[in-house]
T-cell receptor
Framework: DAMVIQNPRYQVTQFGKPVTLSCSQT?????MYWYQQKSSQAPKLLFH???????NEADTPDNFQSRRPNTSFCFLDIRSPGLGDAAMYLC???????????FGPGTRLTVL | EDQVTQSPEALRLQEGESSSLNCSYT??????LFWYRQDPGKGPEFLFT???AGEEKEKERLKATLTKKESFLHITAPKPEDSATYLC????????????FGQGTELSVKP
């Protein structure tokens, strides 16, 4: 089945220790998104790629970066995680910008 | 500012007791309104897309409707497995497909 896969499902890191979250898709979609969802809150867009074109939300902290080496994979790098970065990180894909988005299962990040 | 408000925040129903969830929105140039279901600890699962006022979509016990200011998700004769958080989101023009989500309605259906 075509799907969006996120690894790991659970990530524990220490304050200030860099961490990388991974997303892959078998849908062959052009657009990949990263959302942050804190406990009992709505998902909030961090950035997205349309093919190789990177689009950063204005209020995304500089601490967050992303890479998309090919169509199938996208990575979220958190350079120096703080306690406030503990959240569920959701990857989503869509065929085009204004189509429905399909989400992966998420990575739950804990910062100690 | 583009905004989505969902009500109620939480809804408790008995099995078979039909009800509706509300999603009110203010957005510049609506490109689409989306409903998702989210189970605890999981990613949102796509349910419906609505594009224009008057449009309706149905799937099993769920029916979504859209007006110029709000959308409703009607749940007919719900079952315990319908228990989840239901998220509404909008896409506005010239924002590259960004989804702006409401806070969600947490639905609990008791047998």
């Amino acid at each position: 089945d075509a799907m969006v896969i996120q690894n790991p499902r659970y990530q524990v890191t220490q304050f200030g220790k860099p961490v990388t979250l991974s997303c892959s898709q078998t849908l062959n979609h052009n657009v990949m998104y990263w959302y942050q969802q804190k406990s009992s809150q709505a998902p909030k867009l961090l950035f997205h790629y349309y093919d190789k074109d990177f689009n950063n939300e204005a209020d995304t902290p500089d601490n967050f970066q992303s890479r998309r080496p090919n169509t199938s994979f996208c990575f979220l790098d958190i350079r120096s995680p703080g306690l406030g970065d503990a959240a569920m990180y959701l990857c989503a894909t869509s065929q085009r910008s204004y189509n429905e988005q399909f989400f992966g299962p998420g990575t739950r990040l804990t910062v100690l | 500012e583009d905004q989505v408000t969902q009500s109620p925040e939480a809804l408790r129903l008995q099995e078979g007791e039909s009800s509706s969830l509300n999603c009110s929105y203010t957005v510049s140039g609506l490109r689409g309104l989306f409903w998702y279901r989210q189970d605890p600890g999981k990613g949102p699962e796509f349910l419906f897309t609505l594009y224009s006022a008057g449009e309706e979509k149905e799937k099993e016990r769920l029916k979504a409707t859209l007006t110029k200011k709000e959308s409703f998700l009607h749940i007919t004769a719900p079952k315990p497995e319908d228990s989840a958080t239901y998220l509404c989101a909008v896409q506005a023009g010239n924002q590259g497909g960004k989804l702006i989500f409401g806070q969600g309605t947490e639905l609990s259906v008791k047998p």
